[in-house]
């Protein structure tokens, strides 16, 4: 099931604390801080995915966005014990795009791979004849269940503790601005992949 957060335990609980001095007063303001914080979170996560900026687009090779998206979770990886390969990002492989925003996708896919247990992380891209390219992005993490595939791109849910559910719903958008398309193609025991495709 994906959060649900709603202001009226606040409320509540503000109330029986201005009237009851029985009640531990000290565990309910860490209560109503804890919720607070989760509100604020959830508003913020919120404008994140409302306030997606047009995308600045211009020609730029896969290659370049997927290996700054990497430089810049380098220390993650390592220290999560993570190997990166990257295959077939040609120079020459050039999508129509917002490098920032299509980086941000693979930081999130990135994130999650290192989130799943993931030991290794394979990011390859090949060119159709028609002009079209596909990026895949596969790790050797936990599969997601085929009941939570389902429900992935949704945004608010979540199946981590703490997370935000809004990684892979922004990543669609994004996808969607640039009329290309991210899904999930497999994830089973042996690899969890997804496809981008552009054009």
């Given at each position: 099931m ?87 990002l040609?120079n ?66 979540t ?13 669609r ?24 495709r552009?054009?």
């Amino acid at each position: 099931m994906g959060k649900k957060i709603t202001t009226t335990p606040i409320a509540a609980l503000s109330e029986a604390l201005a009237q009851d001095d029985s009640l531990d007063k000290k565990a309910g303001l860490e209560t109503i801080a804890a919720s607070s914080n989760s509100l604020i979170n959830f508003v913020n996560s919120y404008r994140s995915l409302s306030k997606i900026s047009k995308p600045a687009k211009r020609p730029v090779p896969i290659a370049g966005i997927v290996e700054k998206a990497v430089s810049l979770n380098l220390k993650y990886l390592e220290d999560s014990g993570v190997k990166c390969t990257l295959k077939g990002l040609y120079n020459d492989i050039m999508i129509y795009a917002d490098e920032g925003q299509i980086s941000q996708i693979f930081i999130n896919l990135i994130k999650n791979a290192v989130q799943a247990q993931s030991k290794n992380i394979e990011i390859s891209a090949e060119a159709a004849p028609s002009g079209g390219v596909s990026v895949f992005v596969s790790d050797d993490g936990l599969p997601v269940s085929h009941e939570n595939s389902e429900q992935i791109f949704v945004p608010f849910y979540t199946t981590k503790s703490g997370g935000s559910g809004i990684g892979l719903s922004l990543s669609r958008q994004i996808m969607r601005l640039h009329n290309g398309t991210i899904d999930l193609l497999q994830s089973d025991n042996e690899k969890t992949t997804f496809v981008l495709r552009f054009g």
